[in-house]
């Protein structure tokens, strides 16, 4: 197995660097695959030979641009066309009515992979321009200038991501285990299976099979060492459990795979149909992101049950060394901290488990305070690069909407009616002059506000509304503004349809798992309060802590696949042991066991994931910084709070009716005379 695995790699490691070489982060990947703005975007190529979009580069002296600015910025221009990439006329240099700066717009051709090579022209630029002297400042911003910030971001982060990532995982398996070596084996499977999944998203993306974007990319690698570091964590304690049994480590195995296969299949079975929901999705790179983890998830579970038992056989019981299992000797968990916590528990498990629950709601009423409208770009970063104060300098001297317009195109025919209704709007200025092609025409007009604004956004809004009650205009809106406000009304269309199908998912998961209804909904319950309860603490500290002026709209509903799909794993883990130990002893002694044995593991399962999660805040996007806290935050309340307090208390206070309408749900509490030496019904 070992061989093969390493068969794999040497075919699987050279594809895998090349993943990067085919990730899509142009506009088209990110848009909705319907909306107006889209059709605009695609629409648009038949009025250029080339796809362009705006450099905008800004120069500003507080005292007053003089003229020797003017000549120093008109030899800039001339020698900016020169520049690989650009193409057509640089516009130039225009002067701010107030006198106080001039701005020069660079049309730079985008093509198949100009949005990947933003970052390397505008440096070409800042080195023509130079980044202001003698009190003239300088700044490059515009689409091209906040793309090529954004492309930095990603600049060597999946190295710096993973190293976070794998520290991490490391520090918490050390802890874990108290072992110098064991965690060493689960961090291997685990960088094999991301290395499998690389190669193999890398031969569907280059067939043009799968999309592939940045965001993808990095949410796959922490998803794949966390979520497989999980699945190492459950299968190495039900193979040191039997170890305590057998001296044989092969029989060992075997039974340790035959326990704790069903709940690690279940598990990732969860997150691979909930990634698969996504592909339903209106967003692009939403409906991209699922195909591309739900791969990473299924090879990390093939490395888990296949790979990691390999070498967790070969190697022997030294790897537990300082402190190996030893036959007759059971791992303590009768009187450990996870015991001691069922047994209060169990004197009042009602109240437990109510005023856990009433915690737990009272902290979703900060969910009131996001504002999930959506991220500017100015918002997106954290911090501010040279693009976003480029934007804040151009909105102080020239119109708010400069260099983001408004583009319409529609029928030939209607021209001259489009053209005054788009002259007309209150709020669109400076429109352009009708150019035709194909029987189409387009026109661009400017905001008199910034283009992230809401009256920028409402202006968009009535021009829609009125441009659909022209006849036979067939007249569609797109530009920077109507393709935020498109990119908020996908992600709240996605929410209505994928969050409810997540959870049916879930539901037919968990029955199939445990062969019961009660159960399944009871789980699921828990998980969507918990979910609620991060979310709320999430907004109260977004806003009041660090800062953020809100979150992206596609944010609520990838919390909500990460939490309920992550989270019901340490519920399904326990519950599946809790199974098990109620066929022995019944409910009671079922759930008392099932917290006691699997409370180490989950609890380190969960610091695994959560750890993986906040690695995400290393990159300086507010998008990455607020999805790893929110995930970690949540990850660490189910661990914490929901499976080992409140879900035990329901599981006390339900007793056998958790497992309606099942077999269980007839079993009861056993004598511990009849408990003692029994197995459970599944090795038998």
Not at 98 to 119: F, I, N, R, S
Not at 161 to 171: A, E, N, P, R, S
Not at 552 to 567: E, K, N, Q, R, T
């Amino acid at each position: 197995m070992v061989g093969a695995w390493l068969v794999l790699l040497m075919l699987a490691g050279p594809l895998a660097g090349k993943l990067t070489g085919v990730q899509k982060n142009d506009t088209a990947e990110w848009l909705p695959s319907d909306a107006e703005s889209t059709q605009v975007y695609e629409l648009q190529e038949r009025f250029q030979t080339t796809e362009t979009a705006p450099a905008i580069i800004v120069f500003e002296r507080s005292a007053g641009i003089t003229s020797a600015d003017e000549a120093t910025v008109a030899a800039f221009a001339d020698r900016l066309a020169g520049v690989d990439g650009v193409t057509g006329e640089v516009v130039g240099p225009i002067p701010a009515e107030d006198g106080e700066a001039l701005q020069l717009v660079v049309p730079v051709e985008m093509g198949d992979d100009g949005w990947a090579k933003t970052a390397t022209r505008v440096d070409e630029m800042r080195g023509i321009v130079g980044e202001g002297g003698d009190g003239l400042a300088t700044h490059i911003t515009g689409p091209v200038g906040i793309s090529a910030d954004q492309s930095s971001v990603f600049e060597g982060a999946d190295f710096s991501l993973m190293f976070i990532t794998v520290l991490i995982i490391v520090g918490i398996l050390l802890f874990a285990y108290r072992s110098p070596v064991l965690w060493l084996l689960p961090v291997l499977s685990a960088g094999a299976a991301l290395t499998i999944a690389q190669a193999v998203i890398y031969g569907l993306a280059r067939g043009d099979g799968l999309t592939v974007t940045g965001q993808g990319a990095s949410i796959l690698m922490v998803l794949v060492l966390g979520a497989g570091t999980d699945y190492a964590l459950l299968l190495i304690a039900r193979y040191r459990e039997e170890l305590t049994r057998t001296a044989d480590r092969h029989v060992a195995m075997g039974v340790a795979l035959r326990r704790a296969t069903p709940a690690i299949v279940a598990s990732a079975a969860t997150v691979v149909i909930a990634m698969l929901c996504l592909t339903f999705a209106d967003m692009s790179s939403t409906a991209s992101l699922g195909p591309v983890v739900a791969i990473g998830i299924a090879v990390g579970l093939l490395a888990m049950l296949t790979l990691l038992p390999a070498l967790l056989v070969i190697v022997g019981r030294w790897v537990f060394w300082p402190k190996k299992p030893k036959i007759g000797v059971p791992e303590a968990a009768a009187n450990n901290r996870w015991a001691r916590l069922g047994a209060s528990i169990a004197r009042r498990p009602r109240t437990v488990w109510i005023g856990t629950a009433g915690v737990l709601a009272v902290l979703t009423i900060g969910v009131t305070s996001l504002n999930a409208g959506g991220l500017s770009a100015a918002d997106g970063f954290v911090g501010k690069p040279d693009s976003i104060v480029g934007q804040e300098v151009l909105g102080r001297h020239f119109d708010g909407g400069n260099g983001q317009p408004v583009v319409v195109v529609a029928d030939e025919a209607s021209a001259a009616r489009v053209e005054q209704t788009l002259t007309g709007t209150e709020g669109i200025a400076e429109v352009s002059d009708p150019v035709v092609a194909d029987g189409l025409v387009q026109l661009t007009g400017s905001l008199t506000e910034h283009p992230d604004s809401d009256s920028a956004k409402a202006a968009v809004e009535t021009l829609r509304a009125e441009l659909d009650s022209i006849e036979g205009a067939d007249a569609r809106v797109g530009g920077y503004t109507a393709t935020q406000i498109d990119l908020t009304n996908a992600n709240q269309h996605d929410n209505r349809l994928i969050i409810p199908l997540v959870l049916v998912v879930v539901l037919l998961v968990l029955g199939f798992l445990l062969r019961a209804i009660v159960a399944p909904l009871v789980l699921v319950a828990t998980v969507v309060l918990s979910f609620g309860a991060a979310l709320g603490i999430s907004a109260v500290v977004f806003e009041n802590v660090f800062g953020f002026a809100g979150v992206d709209s596609s944010f609520p509903l990838l919390a909500f696949i990460w939490l309920v799909a992550l989270g019901i794993d340490y519920n399904i883990f326990l519950m599946h042991r809790v199974r098990e130990e109620t066929q022995l002893g019944g409910p009671t002694s079922g759930a008392l066991t099932g917290l006691a044995t699997t409370g180490r593991v989950i609890t380190s399962a969960g610091l695994v994931m959560a750890g993986t999660f906040a690695a995400l805040a290393s990159m300086p996007l507010v998008f990455f910084a607020e999805l790893g806290f929110a995930v970690a935050l949540g990850v660490l309340i189910d661990t914490f709070v929901v499976r080992s307090i409140l879900v035990t208390g329901l599981s006390l206070d339900l007793g056998r009716w958790m497992w309606w309408p099942s077999e269980l749900a007839r079993k009861k509490d056993v004598s511990g005379s009849e408990h003692a030496g029994r197995e459970p019904a599944l090795t038998r």
